[in-house]
Antibody
Framework: QLQLQESGPGVVKPSETLSLTCSVS??????????WGWIRQSPGKGLEWIGS???????LYNPSLKSRVTISVDTSRNEFSLKLNSVSAADTAVYYC??????????????WGQGTLVTVSS | QNVVTQEPSFSVSPGGTVTLTCGLT?????????ASWYQQTAGRAPRTLIY???IRSSGVPDRFSGSLLGSQAALTITGAQADDECDYYC??????????FGGGTKLTVL
């Protein structure tokens, strides 16, 4: 059974870089039909897609965040990571990692991590 | 920039039927937008209900169904139950491979 688990600091200082990792069990990040993505949810707000990456390195990012985001995949550790630089209070959110199925006639998140709250504060 | 629209809130009586919609500020939703729907209970991660407009995810009861209704994607819940009371989000695949979520609909069952 697929499990996704986010990990990383719960507090990040303004202007610094937010770094999170998602550990994957029950599937391989080298899977041919899946991308691996990040979604966030600010307190009391809706879901916002951050970006997704294929294991080969091909990535897709939300245009509004693209200049500050890097997603990477580590096939040796079967995990993927998110880096968001120059954070501000507006980046305070619960961050979810998810498996992103992008194939023939489909594009959706089919499995989600439990989420981790990251607060930007000095 | 195309924005995905959803009703902010909706209410339904227990046992009743409700249809939530998901549209675009510019243009119509088609099967090529691969509409997906997610259910989120307070404090929990989203759960995938529907993908590719009308395919139910594994384990999702057939009370939940997806469709295209005119120029929008739609999620219909029949026989509403108390634990259907939560937030529902749609997501659309747009040009360039980007994904955009709607603002979500808070469903009340009363």
């Amino acid at each position: 059974q697929l499990q996704l688990q986010e990990s990383g600091p719960g507090v990040v200082k303004p202007s610094e870089t937010l770094s999170l990792t998602c550990s994957v069990s029950g599937d391989s990040v080298r899977s041919s039909i899946y991308y691996w993505g990040w979604i966030r949810q600010s307190p009391g707000k809706g879901l916002e897609w951050i970006g997704s990456m294929y294991y080969s390195g091909y990535s897709l990012y939300n245009p509004s965040l693209k200049s500050r985001v890097t997603i990477s995949v580590d096939t040796s550790r079967n995990e993927f990571s998110l880096k968001l630089n120059s954070v501000s209070a507006a980046d305070t959110a619960v961050y979810y990692c998810a498996r992103h199925e992008k194939g023939e006639q489909r594009d959706h998140f089919d499995s989600w991590g439990q989420g981790t709250l990251v607060t930007v504060s000095s | 920039q195309n924005v995905v629209t959803q009703e902010p809130s909706f209410s339904v009586s227990p046992g009743g039927t409700v249809t939530l919609t998901c549209g675009l500020t510019s243009g119509s939703v088609s099967t090529g937008n691969y509409a997906s729907w997610y259910q989120q209970t307070a404090g929990r991660a989203p759960r995938t209900l529907i993908y590719s407009t009308n395919i139910r995810s594994s384990g999702v009861p057939d009370r939940f169904s997806g469709s295209l209704l005119g120029s929008q994607a739609a999620l219909t819940i029949t026989g509403a139950q108390a634990d259907d009371e939560c937030d529902y989000y749609c997501a659309l695949y747009l040009t360039g491979g980007i994904v955009v979520f709607g603002g979500g609909t808070k469903l009340t069952v009363l």
